[in-house]
């Protein structure tokens, strides 16, 4: 089955629009993309995606961006995307901990923390019903532990096993501490006109349960309910016993015999305190602080429990208070967890016995590292398996450098000593090992991934770019996998690369440019990566190829014969082409005819096409670029090579005639573009808007006429926009 990724973008991090539908019949997709294109937006948008973002202009916030991308017309989710940039030196992979010492050892692990965990959920789900925040609520229950009793879960509990043993449940199990504790209370509660209102209040409330007959300061009427209710729903009533109150006073003792009379006496109690005039008057005074109106939950919940408002004046002491009631409540649940840690905790101990004396997928990734990258000055080994499967934090990598026959061991922690020892590209190397593992657990398990390698060979040197290369083909190649990639470059040699290696084949290799304001990807031809002049040959007769031919041959020459015979003379074939690729005073006179003698001597195997052989050269150059403006967008390696020549031979032409009106004897023979141009500069430094085009010439058109080994690379990186205004400007003011 062909996979097919949709894309449809719009004002993304610069990406005006692109819309495109890339098919993989193989697993690599490259696109080959100049600077300020589209490489990096396109990257960061897919980073944004994998992260569950929404990409954006940055420029232009206020405009609408769109970002639909779809494999096989299903939406990508973040999870089946991963973006590889160029470099990030703090990136360290999520997925190492799951790189445990083999696959029965993972099962393992991952059952014990999978029991710990359901029986975490029931304690949780409990303390959340008690707090107010209900069952199903998806509050985290870990930091209000920790904040609370100053330890992690865990410990924490563990902790307070004890303390649990020593104390009931009381009336302070019903209170709301979602509602008592809500934010917005707390921040009321901090400013200190209201505290001072808590803190009078509880004073007052103090000094009233004081003159009670029955209630004192550390037994107040919430206190008396909890034993009233205790004995209730221990039938002790029913079972014939009875209970006294002591009188602080007159010491009398009155006996109570049944529920309701001692429900009562507590409810006499409630109302005198809370209908004392000044107690009333204080309560009023707090109550004048709740003006908000987000903080009327508070108010209606503080108005029914007021004998919460003491409570207030030390919230941390009140917070714990709350949270062993909570606990209380969930005992069985509690315990059940606390057991089933114990022994998960003993489990994982035979675990990381077997994992330190077992060699998996850590040392297979390491091993990997090590094999690909056989010209890194340090190899790695891992330190502390047992600690990370365990902790479920990354492995420690450690680095044995060598230098000179020396050898240093640099720690996981010492790793920042070592990346100032390192050269940049070595240092990348690094990076690639995080990618190692994130690509290692993805296939172990199946994931469907797109990868995004954004530039992954940049900075590299040669010997261990290739290291990259062999890294994308088990990436591209691996059978019984669930991955694509879109590999982004902006070098040409690396494109070609890839290509030949059959990563990312010619045909799933694309040209990105920019055209009425958005960016289109083109399809590359094979012979347009690896070798256009093959299919030039077999298309000399059209005029497009007929031309841009010339400097390819004046190069061949150069490089198989030289400019200069032996005896230092000129080489006159090298010659005759300089002047049609240069204008001298003979390049009027050149015709096809000595062309296709300079062609035949160079390629005798190679029939020069049928060509009315009279032709001027020059004459038909113009009239060829003059054609190639109206080509179509694209890669048109040959149109822009014909579109420079034209363009520097009219500003020569331009140059030589200014030059000569002011200095006849004036010749050019041995005179290229840059000599012209500083020539022409010092005679005629007025000429501001003159020179300026001709820098633009002088600038532009010598690296998309001379060919080298990376040839393609600033012809490709030339907008064929630019070359045909920049032909338009020179035509238009300089002929």
């Known amino acids: 089955m062909t996979d097919v990724l949709k894309?449809?973008?719009?004002?993304?991090?610069?990406?005006?629009?692109?819309?495109?539908?890339?098919?993989?019949?193989h697993k690599g997709f490259a696109i080959y993309a100049p600077n300020g294109v589209m490489k990096t937006s396109f990257a960061r948008t897919m980073m944004d995606l994998s992260k569950g973002a929404s990409p954006s202009d940055l420029a232009f916030p206020d405009r609408n961006s769109i970002f639909e991308v779809s494999l096989n017309d299903e939406p990508l989710v973040s999870e089946e995307i991963f973006v590889v940039q160029s470099?990030?030196?703090?990136?360290?992979?999520?997925?190492?901990?799951?790189?445990?010492?083999?696959?029965?050892?993972?099962?393992?692990?991952?059952?014990?923390?999978?029991?710990?965990?359901?029986?975490?959920?029931?304690v949780d789900k409990s303390l959340k019903g008690s707090a107010g925040f209900g069952e199903k609520s998806r509050e985290n229950i870990d930091p209000i532990i920790k904040e609370i009793?100053?330890?992690?879960?865990?410990?924490?509990?563990?902790?307070?096993?004890?303390?649990?043993?020593?104390?009931?449940?009381?009336?302070?199990?019903?209170?709301?501490?979602?509602?008592?504790?809500?934010?917005?209370?707390?921040?009321l509660l901090a400013d200190e006109t209201v505290g001072d209102t808590?803190?009078?209040?509880?004073?007052?409330?103090?000094?009233?349960?004081?003159?009670?007959?029955?209630?004192?300061?550390?037994?107040?009427?919430?206190?008396?309910?909890?034993?009233?209710?205790?004995?209730?729903?221990?039938?002790?009533?029913?079972?014939?016993?009875?209970?006294s109150m002591v009188n602080k006073t007159s010491h009398e003792k009155t006996e109570f015999s049944s529920n309701e009379a001692l429900r009562d006496m507590i409810e006499a109690?409630?109302?005198?305190?809370?209908?004392?005039?000044?107690?009333?008057?204080?309560?009023?005074?707090?109550?004048?602080?709740?003006?908000?109106?987000?903080?009327?939950?508070?108010?209606?919940?503080?108005?029914?429990?007021?004998?919460?408002?003491?409570e207030l004046a030390d919230r941390d002491a009140f917070k714990r208070k709350l949270w062993v009631q909570y606990l209380l409540q969930a005992q069985s649940q509690y315990r059940e967890l606390l057991s089933r840690y114990r022994s998960g905790q003993a489990e994982l101990e035979g675990i990381i016995t077997e994992a330190d004396a077992s060699r998996g997928d850590w040392d297979d990734v390491i091993a990997d590292f090590n094999r690909r990258f056989l010209y890194l000055p340090f190899e790695l080994f891992v330190e502390n398996k047992s600690d990370a499967i365990l902790k479920g934090t990354s492995p420690s990598v450690g680095f044995i450098f060598r230098n000179s026959g020396d050898e240093k061991h640099y720690s996981q922690s010492q790793k920042q000593d070592l990346l100032r020892v390192l050269s940049t590209g070595e240092a990348r190397a690094l990076y690639i090992l995080d990618i190692m593992y994130e690509v290692y657990v993805k296939w172990k398990y199946r994931k469907k991934t797109l990868f995004v390698f954004d530039d992954i060979a940049d900075s590299f040197d040669y010997k261990n770019k290739f290291a990259i290369i062999d890294f994308l083909e088990d990436v591209t190649k691996t059978e019984e996998?669930?991955?694509?990639?879109?590999?982004?470059?902006?070098?040409?040699?690396?494109?070609?690369?890839?290509?030949?290696?059959?990563?990312?084949?010619?045909?799933?290799?694309?040209?990105?440019?920019?055209?009425?304001?958005?960016?289109?990807?083109?399809?590359?031809?094979?012979?347009?990566?690896?070798?256009?002049?093959?299919?030039?040959?077999n298309r000399l007769s059209e005029p497009n190829f007929t031309i841009a031919y010339i400097p390819f041959l004046r190069n061949v020459i150069e490089y198989t014969q030289g400019a200069k015979n032996p005896d230092g003379t000129d080489n006159a074939d090298y010659l005759t082409l300089t002047r049609m690729v240069h204008y001298k005073d003979e390049t009027e006179a050149l015709t096809f005819a000595e062309?296709?003698?300079?062609?035949?001597?160079?390629?005798?195997?190679?029939?020069?096409?049928?060509?009315?052989?009279?032709?001027?050269?020059?004459?038909?150059?113009?009239?060829?670029?003059?054609?190639?403006?109206?080509?179509?967008?694209?890669?048109?390696?040959?149109?822009?090579?014909v579109l420079s020549l034209a363009t520097r031979v009219w500003a020569e032409r331009y140059m030589i005639g200014k030059i000569r009106g002011d200095e006849p004897g004036f010749d050019p023979s041995r005179k290229q573009t840059g000599n012209l141009f500083q020539t022409f500069k010092d005679k005629f430094n007025n000429q501001t808007h003159e020179i300026s085009l001709l820098r633009r010439v002088n600038l532009i058109t010598p690296a998309n006429i001379h060919i080298n080994a990376f040839m393609y690379e600033p012809i490709l990186d030339m907008g064929f926009g630019e070359l045909v205004q920049l032909y338009q400007d020179v035509k238009g003011h300089l002929v």
Not at 7 to 25: D, M, P, T, V
Not at 150 to 163: C, H, P, R, S, V
Not at 609 to 633: H, K, Y
């Open 7 to 25: 894309l449809n973008l719009q004002h993304c991090y610069g990406i005006s629009k692109l819309e495109a539908e890339l098919k993989f019949n």
């Open 87 to 122: 470099y990030d030196e703090k990136y360290s992979s999520s997925e190492v901990s799951t790189l445990l010492a083999n696959s029965d050892l993972k099962q393992r692990y991952e059952n014990v923390h999978h029991s710990i965990g359901e029986a975490k959920k029931e």
């Open 149 to 187: 009793f100053g330890d992690d879960y865990y410990d924490a509990l563990l902790g307070l096993e004890g303390e649990l043993e020593q104390t009931s449940v009381s009336s302070l199990a019903d209170a709301d501490y979602k509602i008592l504790f809500d934010p917005k209370v707390q921040q």
């Open 198 to 243: 808590v803190s009078d209040f509880a004073q007052k409330y103090d000094e009233i349960t004081e003159t009670s007959p029955i209630l004192r300061r550390n037994f107040q009427y919430h206190n008396a309910t909890d034993v009233q209710q205790q004995l209730a729903a221990n039938n002790f009533f029913d079972a014939g016993h009875s209970i």
């Open 269 to 310: 109690e409630k109302l005198r305190v809370f209908e004392d005039e000044d107690i009333k008057a204080r309560f009023d005074a707090f109550n004048a602080k709740l003006k908000n109106k987000e903080l009327q939950a508070f108010r209606d919940y503080i108005t029914e429990n007021k004998h919460l408002i003491p």
């Open 481 to 537: 996998t669930n991955f694509l990639a879109i590999v982004l470059t902006h070098n040409f040699d690396f494109l070609r690369t890839i290509a030949s290696r059959g990563i990312c084949p010619p045909y799933q290799c694309r040209l990105a440019f920019k055209t009425a304001g958005e960016i289109k990807l083109n399809d590359f031809d094979r012979s347009d990566i690896q070798n256009p002049f093959h299919k030039w040959q």
């Open 595 to 641: 062309y296709k003698v300079v062609f035949e001597r160079t390629f005798p195997t190679t029939p020069f096409p049928d060509l009315t052989l009279d032709l001027g050269i020059m004459d038909q150059i113009f009239a060829t670029a003059d054609n190639c403006q109206n080509a179509e967008d694209g890669i048109n390696l040959e149109h822009k090579i």
